[in-house]
């Protein structure tokens, strides 16, 4: 059964860093690219940033480049978003998810049950 576990948010002021970890359990986790997704209060999902399976390619939505970064431990079998500089407009419910890639494409066929990361004074 395939496993995503997200932790490490919280409350934190503008300005500030957090990281957030996701444990993964139940697949070959070095095969597979992942990604994390975020959804603030009262808007829908954006997707914040991808790795690739090798950990050598990374991707970032202009909203967070410079700020994040994504890094993953394939011997932890562990997913991380290094956060810095937060802004209140970061605030939202972060997800990792697994990429899969088929035929018709990709798409995220995995989530966790993701981590709140609220930014305010």
């Known amino acids: 059964e395939v496993q995503l576990v997200e932790s490490g948010g919280g409350l934190v002021q503008p300005g500030g860093s957090l990281r957030l970890s996701c444990a993964a359990s139940?697949?070959?986790?070095?095969?597979?690219?992942m990604s994390w997704v975020r959804r603030a209060p009262g808007k829908g999902l954006e997707w914040v940033s991808s790795i690739d399976s090798g950990g050598s390619s990374t991707k970032y939505a202009d909203s967070v480049k410079g700020r994040f970064t994504i890094s993953r431990d394939s011997a932890k079998n562990t997913l991380y978003l290094q956060m810095n500089s937060l802004e209140p407009e970061d605030t939202a419910v972060y997800y990792c998810a697994k990429d899969y890639c088929g035929g018709a494409g990709c798409s995220l066929d995995y989530w966790g049950q993701g981590t709140q990361v609220t930014v305010s004074v």
């Open positions: 139940g697949f070959i986790f070095s095969v597979y690219a």
